[in-house]
């Protein structure tokens, strides 16, 4: 393949508006009286439905039990009042349907797409499952001990793994550290009453929304939804004051997680990004796509492209609720670690101490409003699109003023979004590689952390 | 498609009629150009992009030892330079008209997608012509890129057991085809390709007429003609590259292969010779495939990993193929699981389908399977070029893509339980297990 992290890009990033002005397509929102918000949105190419269905039940909550908000999204599967667990399964495979549990940061639930002829089927299973789970305890023992290993084999490749150290690295006490996938001695010890428990907490109607899109009638499709989910009586919505983190650094820190089978070094070098609400995501988008956010960027060419250092750099901002995460990311092998580190670092420097010139900012602009349209094309995406904006409180003005927040940027306002948004030092360093070959060299970046990979947890 | 109608201009809207137009076969268009590259054109006006997907008939099968891993190289090479865009500027060109790109390889096809809004088409032929025409091959590039593909194989190596024991496998499954060889290529060889070496791979194989173009999206068959007879056409076709002698034997008994690494529980695959795509038994043994892994009811996944804990992961797959090739099942054991125990209980559940076959409700199930998969290959513009190209190039004809939730639906229980005995056989397959390191 050319380029693995165009892959990864093509179906994660957000980005613009090609030729046209645009809008959201047209969509009914509305509200039970339990308060779960119902989105729908006719979408009739192919003989399909999606649905997508979140809950403030994300990792954020999981407080001391790093995993408990994926355990209990898995096990809402584990069979319902109606239905055992075999017999779920059975039904949605049986029709070609799919019905994918999911946990992130800040929200967890289901998503799922099925026929048009099998929506009687799968909607009263999507409501058995979301209203009546059992969290059967055979079922959840098994998943249990399946888990725990998965665990362990994760750590076999850093690419999976890296994420959660630096996210635990940069977000100390702040839940965002909280590793989604669990921790051996954590999932361990979890019990399908306490999948249940956090269930009952946090799947509420009252910081609940369901989106539906594909080939119904809005009307029909009301009184179905209505029929399903209005007698759904839940706690009331916890009310969790949070304050954002503090990703402010004093200095620069290395966390060396030694794999001493490790034939090349895995790195992520970054600090203090955007939340999801920024004002200015647009606009530092457009920005990184000139750093790291494509084929053509100045990581990728530098470290890639005039060197074969690596396969592919990249950097990306991820953005969740209440703060958000900037990286530089790469690898290279064991004996070529300090080189590509140095170069990430220049190209960093360079884009504070030269800039953007026309021709570049306008090439970015060309690029992220033509990637935009595939991005909302499928009515599964368009689902996530509309409990997306439940979740983080936006609405379609965002759609509807990207193209124009992209074209409006210019290169002197881009020097303010660079100095502002943009890490220049104190940078926070995560490798993951064979810390014998590499412990003396790297410790030059900052103050030095190391811990094994095998050792449990990040 | 789904962004119909975020589109305000009543203007584009009007020509579509209804937004639910589903495609069908007709609404799919080819011309061949005298040079022999074959076009396919679906206009669909849904979003305003489009995209190009060009399948060149040239992959790891058409290498030998000292070259291998050339056909990749070349999907790499192919971005570094050309007359009329030096180093970069493909990618630089590209991008900056809106414009993004990648390419894959396997053992059978090279394969460059290009992505884009609607007004980059000739941009992009433009840039495409340049690089089958005019393909600089600068000995600098070529060093660096090494670097590039050496990175590519060992990040693949050092995150992937799957790589790491597929690799192995393919090596013994296939004694004299050249599907033994890795795709990536051996690292030895990567370090020794000659300038040559890459002159004589592209005259070999980078010829109109060893190519098939499929363009889906928001232009017009006549844009498309216009412009691949203005810049495609020219370029003059060279002989076709020579047909592959070698054919893999029937294989007369089981091989095993083992391998380690710092793993924490054993995987195991088992690989067993299966026909090309093009031949009759590809659907039985695509359903039968789904029957064993697809979904938590079927039957591996089921009795290995939600019934039991003997697996934490089971899949199963088959590739499409010019020639003879493998039917795969690759499992990741339980903790406490042994190789030649996980192997057991994935022997005992093949030997049940060959014996008794399946039910009736699981042939149904996979069948409501492969239609739904349909839909969603037609809800984006990319999985449209994408399938119409591969099902043109390995099934010999586009319209198969329609035709195959139908051709799946005549498979019978008896097919099943037939291709089942007839190719997972134990004197037709290669174990291969990856273990844990001893301990030291």
Redesign the interface.
């Known amino acids: 393949?050319?380029?693995i992290f165009?892959?990864l890009l093509?179906l994660l990033s957000v980005s613009a508006v090609?030729?046209?002005?645009?809008?959201?397509?047209?969509y009914e929102k509305f509200q039970l009286k339990n308060g779960l918000t119902i989105y729908l949105m006719e979408?009739?190419?192919?003989?399909?439905i999606n649905v997508s269905a979140v809950f403030d039940a994300g990792s954020i909550n999981d407080g001391d039990r790093a995993g408990m908000s994926m355990v209990t999204s898995d096990a809402l599967l584990f069979g319902t009042e109606k239905y055992t667990?075999?017999q779920i399964?059975?039904a949605?495979?049986?029709?070609?349907?799919r019905l994918q549990p999911f946990t992130a940061k800040d929200m967890a639930g289901i998503t799922a797409?099925?026929?048009v002829k099998d929506q009687e089927k799968l909607l009263d299973i999507i409501q058995q499952v979301l209203v009546h789970p059992v969290f059967d305890k055979t079922e959840f023992d098994?998943y249990r001990?399946?888990t725990?290993?998965?665990l362990?084999?994760q750590?076999?490749?850093?690419?999976?793994v890296i994420g959660h150290y630096y996210n635990a690295f940069l977000f100390g006490n702040f839940p965002y550290a909280i590793p989604g996938d669990g921790t051996k001695p954590t999932v361990e010890k979890m019990t399908s009453d306490d999948a249940m428990a956090f269930y009952k907490s946090n799947y509420t109607t009252g910081k609940g929304a369901i989106a539906v899109v594909g080939?119904f009638k809005t009307a029909d499709m009301k009184k179905k939804m209505t029929d399903l989910f209005g007698g759904w009586k839940t706690a009331g919505a916890r009310m969790v004051k949070r304050v954002a983190p503090n990703l402010e650094f004093e200095k620069s820190r290395v966390l060396l997680v030694d794999k001493?089978?490790?034939?090349?070094t895995?790195f992520l070098i970054g600090g203090k990004g955007i939340d999801y609400n920024s004002a200015d995501y647009v606009p530092v988008m457009v920005v990184n796509t000139i750093l790291g956010g494509?084929?053509?960027s100045w990581l990728n060419?530098a470290l890639?492209?005039?060197?074969?250092?690596?396969?592919g750099a990249n950097s990306r901002f991820t953005r969740m609720k209440y703060a958000g995460t900037f990286a530089i990311s790469t690898?290279?092998?064991n004996s070529t670690t300090v080189p590509a580190v140095d170069m990430a670092l220049n190209v960093l420097d360079s884009l504070h101490k030269t800039g953007l010139n026309d021709e570049i900012l306008?090439?970015a602009k060309?690029?992220v409003?033509?990637?935009f349209?595939?991005t909302?094309?499928?009515?599964?995406?368009?689902a996530r699109l509309l409990t997306d904006m439940y979740v983080y409180n936006f609405d379609e003005s965002f759609i509807n003023t990207f193209q124009s927040k992209v074209d409006g940027l210019t290169t002197e306002q881009s020097k303010k979004i660079i100095a502002d948004y943009f890490p220049k030092d104190k940078l926070q360093f995560v490798m993951i590689g064979k810390a014998s070959e590499i412990r003396d060299q790297v410790k030059k970046y900052g103050d030095l952390t190391e811990k094994q990979i095998k050792a449990d947890g990040y | 498609?789904?962004?119909?109608?975020?589109?305000?201009?009543a203007a584009?809207a009007a020509g579509l009629g209804?937004?639910?137009?589903?495609t069908k076969p007709e609404d799919v268009k080819t011309f061949t150009l005298q040079n022999g590259m074959k076009f396919l054109v679906l206009e669909d006006h849904?979003?305003?992009?489009a995209n190009m997907y060009i399948f060149w008939k040239v992959g790891s099968r058409n290498e030998v030892h000292g070259i291998t891993g050339l056909s990749h190289f070349f999907?790499?090479m192919m971005?570094n330079g050309s007359k009329q865009y030096g180093p970069?500027q493909f990618?630089?060109v590209m991008?900056?008209?809106?414009?993004?790109?990648?390419?894959?390889?396997t053992e059978n096809v090279t394969v460059y997608t290009d992505?884009?809004?609607?007004?980059?088409l000739e941009t992009i032929f433009k840039l495409e012509a340049d690089r089958i025409a005019n393909l600089s091959i600068d000995p600098k590039m070529v060093?660096?890129?090494?670097?590039?593909?050496?990175?590519?194989r060992?990040?693949g190596?050092?995150?992937?057991?799957y790589r790491l024991i597929g690799e192995q496998v393919q090596s013994v499954a296939f004694q004299e085809h050249p599907y033994m060889l890795p795709v990536i290529g051996f690292e030895s060889d990567i370090k020794s390709w000659t300038q040559q070496d890459l002159e004589n791979y592209f005259k070999t194989y980078y010829s109109p007429n060893n190519a098939t173009t499929v363009i889906v999206g928001d232009v017009t068959l006549d844009q498309v003609k216009k412009l691949a007879e203005k810049y495609i056409a020219p370029i003059p076709a060279r002989g076709l590259p020579p047909k592959i002698r070698t054919v893999e034997p029937p294989q007369n008994g089981e091989r095993r292969v083992n391998a380690y690494?710092?793993?924490?529980?054993p995987n195991v695959m088992m690989a067993y010779h299966v026909p090309e795509t093009k031949n009759e038994d590809f659907y039985a043994i695509d359903l039968l495939s789904s029957l064993l892994t697809?979904?938590?009811?079927?039957r591996l996944t089921?009795a290995l990993?939600?019934?039991?804990?003997l697996a934490?992961?089971i899949s199963s797959s088959t590739d499409e193929s010019f020639d003879p090739s493998l039917f795969t099942i690759y499992a990741?054991a339980?903790?406490n699981v042994s190789a030649p125990d996980l192997e057991k209980a994935i022997d005992r559940q093949i030997e049940m389908v060959i014996k008794n076959g399946v039910t009736d409700?699981e042939l149904?199930?996979v069948k409501?399977?492969?239609?739904?998969?349909f839909?969603?290959t037609?809800?984006?513009?990319?999985g449209k070029a994408r399938n119409l190209g591969t099902y043109d190039v390995f099934f010999g004809d586009y319209k198969r893509m329609f035709e195959a939730p139908e051709l799946y639906k005549n498979v019978t229980n008896e097919d099943i339980k037939r291709v089942a005995a007839k190719y997972l056989s134990e004197r037709n397959r290669t174990v291969g297990y990856l273990l844990p390191?001893k301990s030291k």
């Open positions: 393949m050319k380029n165009i892959a093509a090609a030729q046209s002005t645009f809008k959201v397509p047209k979408q009739h190419e192919v003989p399909l667990k075999p399964e059975e949605i495979d049986f029709v070609g349907a797409s099925f026929a098994k001990q399946r725990v290993v998965e362990a084999q750590k076999e490749s850093p690419r999976a080939d001493p089978d490790a034939r090349e895995t494509r084929f053509t060419d890639r492209v005039n060197s074969g250092l690596t396969y690898f290279t092998k306008s090439s060309a690029y409003k033509a990637s349209p595939p909302y094309e499928s009515a599964g995406a368009l | 498609m789904k962004l119909k109608k975020l589109l305000l201009i584009v209804s937004a639910s137009a589903q849904s979003i305003p992009n999907e790499h971005f970069k990618d630089r991008e900056a008209n809106g414009g993004s790109n990648n390419a894959y390889t992505w884009f809004q609607k007004d980059a060093e660096s890129e090494r670097g590039v593909v050496l990175s590519e060992s990040t190596l050092e995150n992937s057991n690494k710092d793993i924490s529980t697809s979904g938590n009811s079927s089921k990993v939600m019934d039991s804990t934490t992961s990741i339980g903790s409700t149904q199930k409501n399977q492969k239609l739904m998969d839909y969603h037609l809800e984006t513009i990319n390191e």
